[in-house]
């Protein structure tokens, strides 16, 4: 089966300026998952989506990310405007009903 | 909270030498456990599992047994290869299903 999509792989931006990240998981998956990883350091959770609904995003700078998931499947996060600490991979996961979470390859972003 | 605490790296060993990578775990509970490995370039990908006390994962000659009494998932190979350079991240999976992650133990292996 195909695994999770992330598009872009790489993102250079200038700080203040907005960016997007998309995520199409495994066909099915009901839970979706966006992670952020600092370089040197695991990655830690940023949202937790179930169908179309947030379960967490205590985790989330709401002042400046957003996520949204239409239709229970793809899903955006939005960070606007990026400051330079925003520079990580970005990874996206989604989950059947079991307790394994499958990982895309990861957005990695770069604020200057 | 729950925490996941593993050695730090690099962990550098030469090609067919023991590999221990010591993790340790704070939970309410009993969390699955876990080890991602994280090649260059690439995704996580799951490297083993247990979902419970004394359960063994194991996958491609990699073992972790599940301590409940030392609340420790240390990771082990017989023989490292070079092809095993990379990340190792030790996580645990909280009652609402989302993965705590430890810092990631680099592993070098040498010719």
């Known amino acids: 089966e195909a695994g999770v999509a992330q598009s872009p792989r790489y993102k250079i931006i200038e700080k203040r300026q907005s960016v997007a990240f998309w995520c199409n998981p495994i066909s099915g998956h009901a839970t979706l998952y966006w992670y952020q990883q600092i370089l040197g350091q695991g990655p830690k959770l940023l949202i937790q989506?179930?169908?179309?609904?947030?379960?967490?995003d205590s985790q989330l700078p709401k002042d400046r990310f957003s996520a949204e998931r239409l239709k229970g499947v793809d899903s955006t996060l939005k960070i606007q405007p990026a400051k330079l600490e925003d520079s990580a991979v970005y990874l996206c996961?989604?989950?059947?009903?079991?307790?394994?979470?499958?990982f895309g390859p990861g957005t990695r972003l770069t604020v200057l | 909270g729950d925490s996941v605490t593993q050695m730090e790296g690099p962990v550098t060993l030469s090609e067919e030498a023991f590999l221990t990578i010591n993790c340790t775990y704070t939970?309410?509970?009993?969390?699955?456990l876990f080890w991602y490995v994280q090649y260059p370039g690439e995704g996580l990908q799951l490297l083993l599992k247990?979902?419970?006390?004394?359960d063994k994962g194991s996958n491609k000659g990699f073992e972790a047994t599940y301590r409940k009494e030392t609340t420790s998932f240390h990771l082990e190979k017989g023989s490292v290869q070079v092809s095993d350079s990379a990340v190792y991240f030790c996580a645990l999976m909280d009652s609402s299903y989302k993965l705590i992650f430890g810092s990631g133990t680099r592993l070098l292996v040498r010719p």
């Open positions: 989506f179930q169908n179309n609904g947030v379960v967490d």
């Open positions: 247990a979902t419970k006390a004394d």
């Open positions: 939970a309410t509970g009993y969390p699955s």
């Open positions: 996961a989604s989950r059947p009903t079991v307790d394994e979470q499958f």
